[in-house]
């Protein structure tokens, strides 16, 4: 990164990967135009409420869709 946008400190982990995996999508937000801002942010929304409602026993969820 450069003076102006300095490297964002990863942020916490849960251990569930799709979980981690929006997570990761909203910390990138810096690399992308505002006007993409609201995709990511509803498609963090769906993939977190399909997580919720998912068997926590059926193994892992979809990955996050861009």
Known sequence: MDE??????EGPRTGVATVDAVTA???ALHDR???????VFE???DA????L???PDAGATA???D
Request: aromatic share 0%.
């Open 4 to 9: 102006q946008h300095p490297a964002a400190p």
């Open 25 to 27: 999508s909203i910390e």
């Open 33 to 39: 135009p505002v006007a993409e801002h609201a995709a």
């Open 43 to 45: 498609a963090a929304h």
């Open 48 to 51: 977190l409420r399909r997580a």
């Open 53 to 55: 409602d998912s068997d």
């Open 63 to 65: 990955p996050l869709e």
